[in-house]
């Protein structure tokens, strides 16, 4: 069974640009959330699906991040304009309700 | 509000040494707590959980942990290291079983000598 899978792997963009990560959850999943990690810190919660519904965003550092997660089933967070305090490593994970949390490998991106 | 205090950023322990990573926690709730292992190169990878009853909780790879509501703290233990333990590992805390917005600790990254 495929884990968590994210992409791009690693990504670098010049400030102001903007860069689309996407994370495949494991295939049943109804929650997916996402979590990063800047550079120094710990990791922090931006937001969880449960399905195609935003179920808690209260994470998301502002509105420059946009994330979605259309039909349920792959998710899409959205980093535009990028600044460079937005470096770092971004996870996915998904789960059953009640179950087990599995993480992706994460999508390093360096603003520069 | 919770939040977890790992004490060491860097531990290096030689191999076959008794392997202990601190984790201190603060919730207004029962906590929830898990540790993750992330190694080079991949994922977090979860190493065990506590949500309720005994209170020393058994992982993967010969980890264990014990809760201790009096002093706050969920310490990982390994009695014996192996170089392939080599990681960073992570306390986190949620505020339900069901709940996984974890307040994860900074890390504690350990490296075993030869």
């Known amino acids: 069974e495929a884990g968590v899978t994210q992409f791009p792997s690693h990504s670098v963009i010049e400030k102001g640009q903007t860069v689309t990560l996407r994370c495949d959850p494991i295939?049943?999943?109804?929650?997916l959330y996402w979590y990063r990690r800047v550079m120094g810190k710990e990791i922090k919660f931006l937001l969880h699906?449960?399905?195609?519904?935003?179920?808690?965003e209260s994470g998301m550092p502002n509105n420059r991040f946009l994330a979605e997660r259309t039909g349920g089933t792959y998710s899409t967070l959205k980093v535009q304009p990028a600044e460079l305090e937005d470096s770092g490593v971004y996870f996915c994970a998904s789960s059953f309700t009640g179950n087990t949390i599995y993480f992706g490998e994460g999508s390093w991106l360096t603003v520069v | 509000a919770q939040s977890v205090t790992q004490l060491g950023s860097h531990v290096s322990v030689s191999e076959g040494a008794l392997v202990l990573l601190r984790c201190n926690y603060s919730s207004s709730v029962p906590p929830y707590l898990f540790w993750y292992v992330q190694y080079p190169n991949q994922g977090l990878q979860l190493l065990l959980k506590?949500?309720?009853?005994?209170?020393l909780v058994k992982g993967i790879n010969g980890f264990e942990a014990e809760f201790k509501k009096s002093e706050t703290s969920f310490h990982l233990t390994k009695p014996s290291a192996h170089m392939s333990d080599a990681a960073e590992y992570f306390c986190a805390v949620s505020p339900s079983p069901n709940d996984y917005k974890l307040s994860f600790g900074a890390g504690t990254t350990v490296t075993v000598r030869a």
């Open positions: 295939s049943g999943h109804d929650n």
């Open positions: 506590y949500t309720t009853g005994a209170t």
């Open positions: 699906f449960v399905k195609e519904s935003k179920q808690d």
